[in-house]
């Protein structure tokens, strides 16, 4: 049966792959691959989970409950209603940082940023978009940045080939600022909850090596993008619509403050980031029914929050849920843990290993490779390896546009097509990857 799911598995990622050549959305392809895959797991649960997989805990707890089916009730309790718990939080922080954005969208207060954007050079403004994702990133996170900056370039760059490059930088920036804090990216965050990275240990062996990682693909795109874009046309000015100068700068603060503090409140509470998100949305939608009074009907209508809610991308959301979901089943069977093993024996360097792992992040979601990572390793907090794990985890996955949350978050907005990701991004995230990775090694050789 195992055989059976990772064969469901991997069409389904080339029936996402081949999504506009089969014109069949990702997001149907997603649930189907990731329903069928827990499906099928556990029909044969017995078969797949052996009877040590199982905590003695668990099999007292439900012996008492005269449940008859150990295994099955450990499946669906333990390890499907967990990754439930757990997507369902990645799904909400998701849905309220983009509400969120559409919100300060709806009241044109991104304009305040690209009206002061002057330049249509492509060279300036890649290191522009790119240097602001990179540290965007790494003082927010790598997702809510991509959202936030993908909606700023719909307002910078009217051609959609030359976006689509800077998306895809977007994405490399986003990956590459994530990597060396601990809340830029949820690798990293795992590393530092189970103490095996510092905060100040990471910022100082990981920057340099994440900044090689974005300016080696940004360099060449330079060199290869001249020229200058071609600004969207803006709106007519619309007498109907009532929208200030101070709407504008109040909603971008808002919304921009609401952002930051997530981090902030999960390091003070330690509840999970979407709570902080839930949060912000929240105030930001009383302070939009406050501010509406001061609207007339026709604006009201058009910016308010369940407004920005019907115009949230929901199949952007579903295909999360069904490529986390198909994910979580191979990792529920053990496969990814085995595969993880197979790799220790194979690469006994551990520098090796960690490069290997993040290549196979950008196709296996990061999460559950590195949990298995940090199960199978005992060293010393900031060990080598550790902060090889970091970087290669956060980063690798833009080598494939289905790697990282980020990717994902870009395909679903901008609707981008995975081969055209691999033949126009691929090839530049992987050297960056690499050069970056060699920076990395170096510099804690060297320290």
């Known amino acids: 049966m195992l055989v059976v799911i990772i064969s469901i598995f991997i069409l389904g990622y080339l029936c996402i792959a081949l999504e506009h050549r089969l014109k069949i959305n990702k997001a149907a392809t997603a649930l189907v691959i990731g329903v069928l895959c827990w499906t099928l797991y556990v029909v044969d649960v017995h078969g797949l989970l052996s009877d040590d997989a199982i905590p003695q805990w668990f099999r007292v707890e439900a012996s008492e409950e005269q449940v008859d089916d150990v295994a099955l009730h450990f499946a669906i309790e333990n390890q499907h209603l967990k990754l439930t718990g757990e997507i369902a939080s990645i799904l909400f922080f998701l849905m309220g940082a983009m509400t969120i954005v559409e919100l300060v969208d709806a009241h044109e207060g991104f304009a305040l940023i690209t009206d002061r954007i002057g330049t249509r050079r492509k060279s300036r403004l890649l290191w522009t978009v790119g240097g602001l994702t990179f540290f965007m990133s790494a003082a927010l996170d790598n997702l ?22 800077f998306v895809g930088l977007v994405v490399i920036a986003a990956n590459a600022g994530g990597a060396w804090t601990v809340i830029g990216d949820v690798t990293t965050t795992m590393l530092w909850i189970k103490h095996k990275i510092t905060t100040v240990a990471v910022m100082q062996e990981l920057l340099l090596g994440s900044a090689v990682c974005l300016l080696v693909p940004l360099l060449v ?14 709106p007519e000015a619309n007498d109907e619509k009532s929208i200030e100068p101070w709407h504008q700068w109040v909603f971008l603060s808002a919304g921009l403050a609401g952002l930051i503090s997530v981090p902030v409140f999960k390091g003070l509470t330690h509840l999970p980031p979407y709570m902080g998100m839930m949060l912000s949305l929240g105030l930001l939608w009383l302070l939009s029914e406050m501010i509406s009074h001061t609207m007339d009907e026709a604006t009201r209508s058009s910016t308010g929050v369940l407004a920005a809610l019907r115009r949230v991308d929901m199949s952007s959301i579903l295909f999360f849920l069904g490529i986390l979901l198909a994910v979580g089943a191979l990792s529920a069977c053990g496969s990814l843990h085995h595969a993880s093993q197979w790799l220790d024996q194979m690469l006994p360097n551990r520098a090796i290993l960690a490069l290997v792992i993040g290549l196979i992040s950008a196709v296996v979601d990061n999460v559950p490779l590195v949990a298995a990572a940090i199960e199978m390793y005992q060293l010393p907090t900031n060990d080598d ?16 546009i289905i790697g990282s949350a980020a990717g994902v978050a870009a395909m679903g907005i901008e609707h981008i097509d995975f081969l055209w990701y691999l033949r126009r991004i691929t090839p530049l995230a992987l050297v960056g990857y690499l050069c970056g990775a060699a920076v990395v090694i170096l510099q804690l050789m060297l320290w």
């Open 144 to 165: 809510t940045t991509t959202i936030v900056m993908v909606s700023l370039l719909k307002k910078l760059i009217a051609n959609r080939e030359d976006r689509l490059r």
């Open 385 to 400: 390896f550790w902060m090889m794990l970091a970087y290669c985890a956060g980063t690798g996955g833009s080598c494939l």
């Open 221 to 234: 795109m330079t060199w290869t993008m001249r020229g200058e874009v071609q600004r969207p046309q803006r």
